[in-house]
């Protein structure tokens, strides 16, 4: 799959996906049950994955969203294509 946006979308979709992460972080602290909070923290895993993948070169990514900010200085990417793995 090729995923092609402006420079808009990606600070909307990468702002989107930090924020998330950061909701996820508190719902794990905060859950009980074991089997609950392993879901969140492979959805945690996915969503680090993904801003390290959304990140210009050159930082941003999941490090930035651990400091609660999305950094907007070089142009993202304008396309983005998995891997196989």
């Known amino acids: 799959m090729t995923l092609t946006m ?3 979308e990606h600070v909307v979709l990468t702002d989107l ?4 992460l950061r909701e996820l972080r ?3 602290r905060h859950t009980d049950r074991r ?3 392993a879901r969140l ?3 945690e895993v996915l969503l680090e994955r ?3 993948r959304l990140a ?3 930082g941003g990514g999941a490090a930035a969203a651990r400091a609660g900010e999305v950094s907007e200085g070089a142009p993202p ?3 983005i294509t998995p891997g196989t793995g």
């Not at 996906?17 to 998330?20: D, E, K, N, S, W």
């Open 50 to 52: 993904l801003l390290e």
């Open 41 to 43: 923290r492979q959805d």
């Open 56 to 58: 210009p070169s050159g």
């Open 17 to 20: 996906i930090a924020r998330r």
């Open 35 to 37: 089997d609950f909070r």
């Open 6 to 8: 402006d420079h808009d």
């Open 26 to 28: 508190v719902e794990v």
């Open 77 to 79: 990417p304008t396309c």
